[in-house]
Each structure stands twice: as C-alpha cells, then as structure tokens.
C-alpha cells in the first residue's frame, strides 16, 4: 500500500528548531517529489517546500526561504524538513505529498498530489 507518514512536529519555542520526516512506500520513490504543505486553523493550506526525489532539486516559499532546508534520503526513502528559526506564524499541521514528476525535474506545490500522507502538528511559542 502507498503510505507517507509525516512526523517529528512538537512544540518550540520561537528561535528554535525542528526537522520533521516524510516517510514514503508503496511507489518507485525516485519518480516523484515530495511537497509539504501547511495548514494553520482558520486557514487556507499553502505550500511550503519540494524536493525532487531523482535529483535532489529544491523549491521553497518565500515565507521559508533561508530558513528551511530539505533534503532527502534515498536508501530510507525519507525527506526531512529542516526547520530552522522559527515563528508563531509557523504554527499549523504539516503534510507531506508525493507528486509523479513524469518528464520535469522541478517539483512545485501548485497542482493537485497524487498522494497524501496524515499530517505532524507543529506549535511555535513565543
């Protein structure tokens, strides 16, 4: 069966950091990206950061930039968002989505996924 598991979120204080995991199965890794997505309360969901699985390609919002990291690990078929620097304003669920990158090397967050894992709760204090 096609899993993604989202984990690693918790509570940080403000400055701090996290590094949550995608792990991924049930499909040939290599031929997809891995998307996070985030959702506050309240709020529309928005893209936060890809990885293209093949060749290790990044992408990252505006919002992230600087302070998030993603990489990947073909062997465990995992992807880990570091977070770096965080803020109140980062507080909402995580997801992790696979997207089949068919021809392209440059993932993005802007069409549906085919796949979606449960999310990781992250809380930012200050």
């Known amino acids: 069966d096609v899993q993604l598991q989202a984990s690693g979120g918790g509570l940080v204080q403000a400055g701090g950091s996290l590094r949550l995991s995608c792990a991924a199965s049930?499909?040939?890794?290599?031929?997809?990206?891995i998307v996070w997505f985030r959702q506050a309360p309240g709020k529309e969901r928005e893209g936060v950061s890809c990885?293209?699985?093949?060749?290790?390609?990044?992408n990252y919002a505006d919002s992230v930039k600087g302070r998030f990291t993603i990489s990947n690990d073909k062997a465990k078929k995992t992807v880990y968002p570091q977070m770096n620097n965080l803020r109140p304003e980062d507080t909402a669920v995580y997801y992790c989505?696979?997207?089949?990158?068919?021809?392209?090397?440059?993932?993005?967050?802007?069409?549906?996924?085919?796949?979606w894992g449960k999310g990781t709760q992250v809380t930012v204090s200050s």
């Open positions: 049930g499909f040939n890794f290599d031929d997809y990206a």
């Open positions: 989505a696979a997207d089949w990158m068919g021809p392209s090397f440059h993932c993005h967050w802007l069409a549906p996924q085919e796949y």
């Open positions: 990885i293209t699985n093949s060749d290790g390609f990044t």
